[in-house]
């Protein structure tokens, strides 16, 4: 069983920066973060493919940045040059163990 807790969202103006928190209850290379808008389904945003790997969606590319700190188990996603189209609940997800879990939701809003 994986707990995963996520924090950070808010509400934030056009170009401006996030910094969203995932707190697992134990170590895990794979994670990463999607989110959905609405009407929308869910996408990847970003994740860690292994300890190292990456993969980011395209529409974040060179914007967002994952990573992590093992001491603390927890990953993180620095969002900078925020766009409306990023307004979405965005999700800690975790494979382990061949399950996914899912945090449950943060919401992130980018309106002026």
């Known amino acids: 069983q994986v707990q995963l807790v996520e924090s950070g969202g808010g509400l934030v103006q056009p170009g401006g920066s996030l910094r969203l928190s995932c707190a697992a209850s134990?170590?895990?290379?794979?994670m990463g973060w999607y989110r959905q808008a609405p009407g929308k389904q869910r996408e990847l945003v970003a994740a860690f493919t292994g300890r190292t790997g990456t993969n980011y969606a395209d529409s974040v590319k060179g914007r967002f940045t994952i990573s992590r700190d093992d001491a603390r188990k927890s990953v993180y996603l620095q969002m900078n040059r925020l766009e409306p189209e990023d307004t979405a609940v965005y999700y800690c997800t975790a494979d382990y163990s061949g399950i996914d879990y899912w945090g449950q939701g943060t919401q992130v809003t980018v309106s002026s």
């Open positions: 134990r170590s895990i290379n794979t």
